[in-house]
């Protein structure tokens, strides 16, 4: 205490000491005001140069900057969510976003504002942080191709990938004769106007392609594995065939782009040849987070800045030179998955959407005003869209594939969206295309990456087989963290006995976010499913296992329960699921009923993790399921040694059926718990012998209010109806006796809510 007034005291005198001094220096310094350029006016006021200050911050190109990148993040954050509710992906919205904020919806019903938020002085800045931006975003698209796909079906994603590449390209140069004349040739010459339109109809979008694969729940079966492949080999096709279109573009005829194309396919041979096996012997060394330091990582962004520097000096653009960076690096996934996540967020979250703001500030979509501009761009949908789907969608069927597979990897393929965006912008750049045709073209790139979806479910429902009646009984585990599955597959163990082998067990884990990069699905399914297929085995079980990423995990559920045969849905409850949910008074004393409710709605809601089941979303499922749907809650469960029974009223008695399915694994006994109304508990205690008369000797009865009660939650295991344990949650004292305890629902008919 001494101590701390001694050190308060110095501090005090050393501030009253230096201050003084300070002001004595400044006040000394006033003999110099006759030798101030610009004195200030003596008619204005100290706070009209506060204001004048401010303004000039304001005006300042950071503060611009800074502004304007709060406002394109709102407006991104707010579409992508909007087109994620409507099944849409998430990167649709944030173009969208981009294209309101312009000239085409902003700027023409509001014209002041837009010249506030968005002056012209501020977009060269806008566009140079774009671009660096999009570099970093390119090397991690370089980085998400899997080579290892390319190889098992590298005959098949030839032919396909190459057709939705010529085919769509001659049709884009064919069409370039209806739309030269009148619209481009005071701007540019033939040939990289036509080259342009054809390289735009040709490129696939991958991360959109594979995103959406991913919602669909098709990254490992056969046609989406080969959609992948075809968009990958597509994406490197498309991409050195774009820098062969600007090399003659930039050149003006194609004798005078050989140079520019001899040393882009050196440069593409030194990477190929000299740096991708460098980068590899390094990749082993740094192979994850513990020994990547930041040397390492300095390193690899210089490679990234060389090879893009490079392709920007050669005049195939910089963009290039960082997808080749990415698509070189060492193949280890745990290097991959570093490098990703220490670039792939600041890509896709800050800078993505500023090159999405930029598109959509040179995106005129007014000029489009005439019955023969929109009638162009019917064309050009058209014809993108007969050039890569049709085009895919034959060649997929020549290679054997079935016209239901062979559609679905058209449609896949003919996604464009951001990858058509980024070829169309440096298009624009290099005044190759006009504005009106470059309204028209981001216009097809929506239009066609829009219809993914709808395609996708139109086909899935034109060749819907009949679903076939299945002999075995349907088990679903639905699970978050990937221990709790194996648990899951446990208490199904317990649940069903020696019928579990006869059983077809489903095993579902959800991932939360539809913005999460292949690389990352598939290590985080892997990981996800490792614990309960290893439990499996030992059980000589084969369980069907369903990963998904998705925004919408309680329709996911749904949607799996309500399947064909389904006899039960298991799921995994966050911690406490019941009390969580439960509701106090309002004790902070607030009289205002608008603050009352604000602090009575923070007080109450749980804080969890997006992806946990607590009360609200079971219950929530189990109204729109008609299948039995029982809730696991672990209370630090490890195996079951005691199996005990809750039974409340003469609805619960459907718990007995269980009793046969226990016993045939090898249970020996059974103890069953009364918890019920006096006048009750009498009836329930004769129904309940008479049901366990078989089991003679292997069913005990008791009351739970027996104050002598006691669980064991590592080594007991409690079965209950749905309905009494919402009523033991009632009494908290006893609700936290309990051990582990499974809580089923039976199965109801004709009182679901449909979506």
Known sequence: MRKSRRNYTLYAVMMVVFCSLIYFAVSSGERFSHLQKQPPSADTSPFDIFLNIMAGNMSHPLAMLLFQMIIILVFVRIFSRIFKYIGQPGVIGEIVAGIVLGPSLLGYFWPGISDVLFPARSLPNLELVSQIGLVLFMFVIGMELDFGILKNKINETLVISHAGIVVPFFLGTISSFWVYEEYAAGQTDFLPFALFLGISMSITAFPVLARIVQERNKTHTPVGILSLASAANDDVTAWCLLAVVIAIAKAGTFVSALYTIGLTAAYILFMFLVARPFLK????????????????????????????????????????????????MPVNFGFRKVMMEKVEDIATVLFLPLFFAYTGLNTQIGLINSP?????????????????????????????????????????MNTRGLMELVALNIGREMG??????????????????FMTTPLLILIEKLYRKKPELNKYKRLVLCFGRPDSGRLLLNVARVLFGKQLKQMKVVAAHYTLGTDLAPVKAMQYARESFEPIVKEANKLHLKIDKRYKVT?????????????????LLLLGAGPRF?????????????????ISSLFNLLRNTPMHLPGVLLRRKIENIMSRVECPVAVFENRDFRRASRYFFIISCEADLFMLGYLGTIFSNGVSKVKIYIHAAAESEKILEEKIEAAAAEYAGQVETAHLMTPDIRFYPQKDILFMSYDACKELAADSRLYELLPSFLAIRPQVTGNVKQD
């Open 281 to 328: 012997k390094i990749g082993t060394l740094y192979a994850n987070k513990e020994v990547i330091n930041k040397s390492f990582v300095g390193f690899i962004f210089l490679v990234l800045i060389i090879s893009s520097v490079t392709t920007e000096v050669i005049g195939i653009h910089a963009l290039f030179g960082a997808f080749m960076a990415g698509v070189v």
């Open 372 to 412: 023969a501009l929109w009638g162009i761009c019917l064309m050009f949908i058209l014809v993108s869209i007969t050039g890569k789907l049709g085009g895919c969608a034959l060649a997929a069927r020549a290679v054997g594939e079935s016209w239901k597979d062979s559609l679905i990897i058209g449609t896949l």
């Open 432 to 449: 190759v295309l006009p504005p009106e045709i470059f309204a028209i073209l981001v216009l097809m790139a929506l239009s066609t990456s």
């Open 551 to 567: 925004d919408k995990l309680n329709q996911e559920i749904v949607k799996l329960g309500n399947e064909a045969a389904t006899d």
């Open 578 to 594: 019941m009390s969580g949910e439960s509701h106090t008074e309002n004790k902070a004393g607030f009289n205002i009923p608008l």
